[in-house]
Nanobody
Framework: QVLLEESGGGLVQTGGSLRLSCAAS????????MAWFRQASGKERESIAT????????DYAASVMGRFTISKDNVNNVGYLQMNNLKPEDTAIYYC??????????????????WGQGTQVTVSS
């Protein structure tokens, strides 16, 4: 199994940037496909970016396309989500997740086997 831990969340103004990290320990990160989910208050958890184990397949939700970039460093066992041009509607708890099979962002949280504890991102207007 793999243990995941997110970091890098915080408070940022509209238009600002943040980079979230997802540190993996346990089995090699190259074994897993990875995703970033977010859950805003009162809403369901949604997949916003996914990447296959070797980085060859990437998918984004329409709401973040062109603003967010997902990446995966299998040497250092770290995943990233670079978030630019942040908007108040991006405010949520952000989670990284891992699974053995690759899913596009249409894959729901039930598809994922491993989760981090989440990191809060707040975008002020």
């Amino acid at each position: 199994q793999v243990l995941l831990e997110e970091s890098g969340g915080g408070l940022v103004q509209t238009g600002g940037s943040l980079r979230l990290s997802c540190a993996a320990s346990g089995r090699p990160f190259s074994t897993y496909n990875m995703a970033w989910f977010r859950q805003a208050s009162g809403k369901e958890r949604e997949s916003i970016a996914t990447i296959s184990r070797n980085g060859g397949n990437i998918d984004y939700a329409a709401s973040v396309m062109g603003r967010f970039t997902i990446s995966k460093d299998n040497v250092n066992n770290v995943g990233y989500l670079q978030m630019n041009n942040l908007k108040p509607e991006d405010t949520a708890i952000y989670y990284c997740a891992a699974t053995y099979r690759y899913y596009k962002t249409t894959g729901g949280p039930e598809k994922y086997d491993y989760w981090g504890q989440g990191t809060q991102v707040t975008v002020s207007s």
